[in-house]
Structures are given as structure tokens and as C-alpha cells.
């Protein structure tokens, strides 16, 4: 099975809306959790990201919530805009030693203006 | 994108042939990745370099091959023992410790 899991897989809000997304991860020795953005056709883009040592990042209109006793993180997205649209995915280290990422299977988020 | 560059951006190959994808950064990072991406879908890891000369299988190794003899290249090779090379590729860098990756806008291989 899957070492890190998203919810949802679709998402589909209104404009103006929040929009929150899950990740769960097992590794309890995972101490970063990068947040991507990918519109169609592109390369994924690092939109925010949060280390061990905090609870909450937030950045303008989105922000990272760590949880590291039930092991997840969450990416929220306030005031939704038609260019949030695209799919989102959570990373987590996984094995540091190896310093690679594994992605979550990704959340498609479409805003309707 | 950053200062990472993929080319081409699509690629069309015969089944049968090897092709190689390029990935160049100005970054100065000294990792690099390459990640595959079938539609709807996450990434997953092919190969990783963390130093010049020196590389590491990732979780779907089988039918690709790379090479990094410069700090700023790392080629990724599609050779024909790979089942379904059809795929968007991505190659991505960081710098180490901090594991922050930074994509390039990726190539759309098709075989057929």
C-alpha cells in the first residue's frame, strides 16, 4: 500500500471557498513535507512547506498544518481563485538517508468561479 | 521552472530504440532526480544522484539508465527493456542537506 496517502483525490469548490487537503505518512521519522502545485502539462511547482519543528506555516493564502502524533499534514487554501485550480500533491522524505521524495497520488482541485 | 531545463519537451520515438532525455540545472545543486509520471497519477522516482560520478536506483529503476559526470547533467536514458516507456518525465534537483526539489517543466515521451 501506499507509504503516503491524499484526500481527496477530486475537489471541487466555489470561488471564494477553502479548500483543505490531507496526508497521512507512517515514518515517524519524517521531518519535512513539501506542498506541490502542478497545472497541466507543467513540471510541479513548491508552493510551501513545513519542517518538524513547527506546527503551522502559512504563506498569503495558503498554509500547512502539521500534526506529528496522528502523523499528517494539511494544505489549506482560503479564499479560492480560479488559477488555484490544477492538482496538488503532498511529499514526504520517506527514507532521509536516500533524500528522495514520495509523492502522495495527488488532489485535483477545481475552483468554479 | 527555476534554472532547471528539460529538452525536448516532446519526444517521439519507434519502439525498439533507446532515447535520451536531457536535464540540465544552473542551480549549483548538488542533487538531481528523475521521476516518472503516467496520466492521473503521482511521481515516481527513477534514479537519484546526490554527487557527481555516483548514482541510486529508485523505485522503478528497470529500463532506464543515467549517467552524472557534470554537477549541472544528468541524462536519463530510456532503453528498450523498459515495458511502457510512455510517460511525462520529470527531472528535478536540490540541494543537500535541505531536501527542498525543484521540478523542470518536464519532457512528454511517446513510443510507439
Same mark, same amino acid.
Given at each position: 500500500g501506499e507509504n503516503v496517502e491524499q484526500h481527496p483525490s477530486t475537489l471541487s469548490v466555489q470561488e471564494g471557498d477553502s479548500a483543505v487537503i490531507k496526508c497521512t505518512y507512517s515514518d515517524s521519522a519524517s521531518n519535512y513535507f513539501p506542498w506541490y502545485k502542478q497545472e497541466l502539462g507543467k513540471g510541479p511547482q513548491l508552493i510551501i512547506d513545513i519542517r518538524s519543528n513547527v506546527g503551522e506555516k502559512k504563506d498569503q493564502r495558503i498554509a500547512v498544518t502539521l500534526n506529528k502524533t496522528a502523523k499528517h499534514f494539511s494544505l489549506h487554501i482560503t !479564499?479560492?481563485?480560479? !488559477?488555484?485550480?490544477a492538482v496538488y500533491f503532498c511529499a514526504d522524505p520517506m527514507d532521509t538517508g536516500r533524500r528522495a521524495l514520495t509523492f502522495g497520488s495527488g488532489t485535483r482541485l477545481q475552483v468554479q468561479p | 521552472d527555476g534554472g532547471i531545463t528539460q529538452s525536448p519537451k516532446y519526444l517521439f520515438r519507434k519502439e525498439g530504440q533507446n532515447v535520451t532525455l536531457s536535464c540540465e540545472q544552473n542551480l549549483n545543486h548538488d542533487a538531481m532526480y528523475w521521476y516518472r509520471q503516467d496520466p492521473g497519477q503521482g511521481l515516481r522516482l527513477i534514479y537519484y544522484s546526490q554527487i557527481v560520478n555516483d548514482f541510486q536506483k529508485g523505485d522503478i529503476a528497470e529500463g532506464y539508465s543515467v549517467s552524472r559526470e557534470k554537477k549541472e547533467s544528468f541524462p536519463l536514458t530510456v532503453t528498450s527493456a523498459q515495458k511502457n516507456p510512455t510517460a511525462f518525465y520529470l527531472c528535478a534537483s536540490s540541494t543537500l542537506p535541505r531536501n527542498e526539489q525543484y521540478f523542470g517543466p518536464g519532457t512528454r515521451l511517446t513510443v510507439t
Amino acid at each position: 500500500g501506499e507509504n503516503v496517502e491524499q484526500h481527496p483525490s477530486t475537489l471541487s469548490v466555489q470561488e471564494g471557498d477553502s479548500a483543505v487537503i490531507k496526508c497521512t505518512y507512517s515514518d515517524s521519522a519524517s521531518n519535512y513535507f513539501p506542498w506541490y502545485k502542478q497545472e497541466l502539462g507543467k513540471g510541479p511547482q513548491l508552493i510551501i512547506d513545513i519542517r518538524s519543528n513547527v506546527g503551522e506555516k502559512k504563506d498569503q493564502r495558503i498554509a500547512v498544518t502539521l500534526n506529528k502524533t496522528a502523523k499528517h499534514f494539511s494544505l489549506h487554501i482560503t !479564499e479560492t481563485q480560479p !488559477e488555484d485550480s490544477a492538482v496538488y500533491f503532498c511529499a514526504d522524505p520517506m527514507d532521509t538517508g536516500r533524500r528522495a521524495l514520495t509523492f502522495g497520488s495527488g488532489t485535483r482541485l477545481q475552483v468554479q468561479p | 521552472d527555476g534554472g532547471i531545463t528539460q529538452s525536448p519537451k516532446y519526444l517521439f520515438r519507434k519502439e525498439g530504440q533507446n532515447v535520451t532525455l536531457s536535464c540540465e540545472q544552473n542551480l549549483n545543486h548538488d542533487a538531481m532526480y528523475w521521476y516518472r509520471q503516467d496520466p492521473g497519477q503521482g511521481l515516481r522516482l527513477i534514479y537519484y544522484s546526490q554527487i557527481v560520478n555516483d548514482f541510486q536506483k529508485g523505485d522503478i529503476a528497470e529500463g532506464y539508465s543515467v549517467s552524472r559526470e557534470k554537477k549541472e547533467s544528468f541524462p536519463l536514458t530510456v532503453t528498450s527493456a523498459q515495458k511502457n516507456p510512455t510517460a511525462f518525465y520529470l527531472c528535478a534537483s536540490s540541494t543537500l542537506p535541505r531536501n527542498e526539489q525543484y521540478f523542470g517543466p518536464g519532457t512528454r515521451l511517446t513510443v510507439t
